[in-house]
């Protein structure tokens, strides 16, 4: 049975003790090394593998286009036009899906090298480490500067910094590597990552496109502090782990949650479902990876009693019984969801609710839909778990 989460190193959280609840380990790995024996055979591929015409950017630079963006029908050669929730498939993507592949593998496979100290699985993921963000003919520029652009409008945007969410679950596994010793890893290595978040975190917390992304209201403001969050844990930057924590006391739950739990920002898109279930994985990945002692985000909530505990109560018996959901059906994806939400798993432990954990396991752990891949970014609990 699994008995508390740990962070990892010097900046530890807050252990949250297990209800009486039972994870099965042994499903658990036999999941993990499924995938790990898979992605093990396969090498890195960076941002460096392809390029597109449209970016205003170079080779090293990550690039991406508004999902929603579409041509415009009475100027087919002027600029695109938005249209909310349906994903335009001859956008430019292979940068987004590159780092997808990242964010799947390397948890993946240093997750199978925890549980079994079997090295071929650690020095896979640090193939991809390397590549990503040490190699000067493959790292990728620590900016994103050239993400989620418009064709004809814009060449990069604030909201494009979501696409690195994908990282969050990667930091994670990096900590896993550097501190628990995985052969062939070497402190050059691990200083040479820590720069390249470092830089990235600069970008992220100065330039405008990261500003503009730290205010927007909704889950775009949540995954910001989520991705400053598990760099700066990767990095040691205590100063920005106190401000992110201020920032969702202040912010986040004042203004993202309803007095009901919901939140209105996502109810009042065209896939309600699956944007509040992605919210609330970001405020959930916020309590667990800035939780401490003295500061529990678990626990916090305001006067009038939002906080996360609300945002999960509210949320919870739509996940248990999705017939009962009372928005239209989401646009497209509708059917996919609920996956194994983390929210379930983290908060359930933190909070002791056993049925909350009960409700996780009983879930899908993995999906082969790109959109899920996407909007599904904690996956592999092994990671987080003492």
């Known amino acids: ?4 989460f740990a962070a990892i190193g010097a900046l530890s959280v807050a252990p949250a003790r297990s209800p009486d609840s039972t994870i099965d380990l042994e499903r658990e790995r036999a999941r993990v090394l499924a995938a790990a024996d898979r992605y093990v055979k396969e090498r890195p591929i960076t941002v460096t593998a392809s390029h597109s015409p449209r970016s205003a950017g170079g080779l090293h630079d990550f690039f991406s286009e508004g999902d929603y963006w579409w041509p415009d029908p009475t100027n087919p050669d002027g600029p695109y036009i938005q249209r909310d929730g349906m994903s335009n498939p001859a956008n430019f993507d292979d940068h987004r899906k590159a ?26 993921a640090e193939d991809h480490l390397r590549a990503w963000f040490i190699t000067p003919e493959t790292r990728m520029n620590p900016n994103l500067q050239y993400a989620q652009a418009i064709h004809g409008r814009v060449t990069g945007r604030g909201t494009g910094i979501i696409d690195t969410i994908h ?11 550097d501190l628990n010793g995985a052969p062939g890893w070497t402190a050059a290595d691990g200083k040479s990552v820590r720069a390249w978040f470092t830089e990235y975190l600069t970008w992220m917390t100065t330039h405008p496109y990261g500003i503009a992304e730290r205010d927007a209201k909704n889950n775009h403001g949540t995954c910001w502090i989520v991705q400053v969050a598990a760099f700066a844990h990767l990095t040691g930057d205590r100063t920005l782990l106190r401000e992110m924590r201020e920032r969702y006391r202040t912010v986040v739950v004042p203004n993202q949650i309803a007095a009901d739990g919901s939140f209105p920002e996502e109810l009042r898109r065209t896939k309600p479902y699956g944007y509040s279930l992605f919210n609330l994985e970001a405020m959930s990945t916020i309590c667990q990876i800035l939780s401490t002692p003295e500061e529990n985000l678990w626990t916090f909530q305001l006067p009038d009693g939002r906080g996360i505990t609300r945002a999960l109560e509210y949320m919870v018996p739509f996940v248990r019984d999705k017939k009962t959901w009372p928005k239209p059906p989401d646009v497209m994806y509708d059917k996919e969801w609920p996956m194994r939400q983390s929210s379930l798993l983290f908060g359930g432990l933190a909070l002791h609710r056993a049925d909350y954990v009960a409700l996780w396991q009983s879930l899908p752990a993995d999906s082969d839909v790109e959109e899920v891949i996407r909007n599904f970014f904690i996956r592999q609990p092994v990671l987080w778990l003492d």
């Open 99 to 124: 780092l997808m592949r990242l964010s799947v593998q390397v948890p993946a496979l240093v997750a199978a090298w925890q549980l079994t100290k079997d090295a071929k699985y650690a020095a896979r």
């Open 167 to 177: 990282l969050v679950e990667v930091a994670r596994a990096i900590e896993r590597i």
């Open 1 to 4: 049975m699994v008995n508390s």
